[in-house]
Nanobody, 121 residues
Framework: QVQLVESGGGVVQAGGSLRLSCVAS????????MSWYRQAPGKQRELVAW??????NLVDSVKGRFTISTDNPKNSMYLLLNSLKPEDTAVYSC????????????????WGKGTLVTVSS
């Protein structure tokens, strides 16, 4: 089993910054990819950013403001949120595709419980 735990959310004024973290723990052989999703109040969950060993990308609405990165030895992923806007208010959740065993290379999907980001105007 694999657990994903997010941290770093909070309340910030528009224009401010936050750094979110996601740490994966448990039985991990290899992490194929990690992603950040967010769900604003009353809206569907949406993909924000994703990263693999070779690719990092963000959706257009956050490009130039957010940065995704990883620390592979620590099985951790980060999302730096700059120039925050009230419309960035949401629960930000971590998602990962993880291979737990060398004998079974099929990755399984895991979700964290999320961390709340509130941006005040």
């Amino acid at each position: 089993q694999v657990q994903l735990v997010e941290s770093g959310g909070g309340v910030v004024q528009a224009g401010g910054s936050l750094r979110l973290s996601c740490v994966a723990s448990g039985t991990i052989f290899k992490i194929h990819s990690m992603s950040w999703y967010r769900q604003a109040p009353g809206k569907q969950r949406e993909l924000v950013a994703w990263i693999t060993t070779s690719v990092a990308n963000l959706v257009d609405s956050v490009k130039g403001r957010f940065t995704i990165s990883t620390d592979n030895p620590k099985n951790s992923m980060y999302l730096l949120l700059n120039s925050l806007k009230p419309e960035d208010t949401a629960v930000y959740s971590c998602y990962a595709l993880v291979v737990s065993s060398k004998s079974s290379l099929v990755p399984l999907a895991y979700w964290g419980k999320g961390t709340l980001v509130t941006v005040s105007s």
